[in-house]
């Protein structure tokens, strides 16, 4: 099973920028789809973005669409998530998930997971 690793989180002010990193040991059939949820306290996880490893047609759940940008590196099989503006909103658990699913933002459609980066944004 492919092992995901995510680093980048920490402490911003709101308004600030932080760029989340997950490295993925392999890139196989399994890891078509790579995504990005967070999970607030008492909350259920959450689709934040989605790519291929190709980069295209990258998609967005519409509360970071124009503030976060996902991207993915294949030379070195790392994901990026790009955060700008945060809000005090975005404070969550961020995890790093990947799946054989096309285009999916369902957490069931998602078997690998890291262990999650910790942001979070004050006022």
């Known amino acids: 099973q492919v092992q995901l690793v995510e680093s980048g989180g920490g402490l911003v002010q709101a308004g600030g920028s932080l760029r989340l990193s997950c490295a993925a040991s392999?890139?196989?059939?399994?890891?078509?789809?790579m995504a990005w949820f967070r999970q607030a306290p008492g909350k259920e996880r959450e689709f934040v973005a989605a790519t291929a490893w190709s980069n295209k047609y990258p998609y967005y759940a519409d509360t970071v669409q124009g503030r976060f940008t996902i991207s993915a590196d294949n030379a070195d099989n790392t994901v990026y998530l790009q955060m700008n503006n945060l809000k005090s909103e975005d404070t969550a658990v961020y995890y790093c998930g990947a799946s054989r699913a096309v285009y999916s933002r369902l957490r069931r459609d998602f078997s690998s997971w890291g262990q999650g980066t910790q942001v979070t944004v004050y006022s």
């Open positions: 392999e890139r196989t059939f399994s890891t078509y789809t």
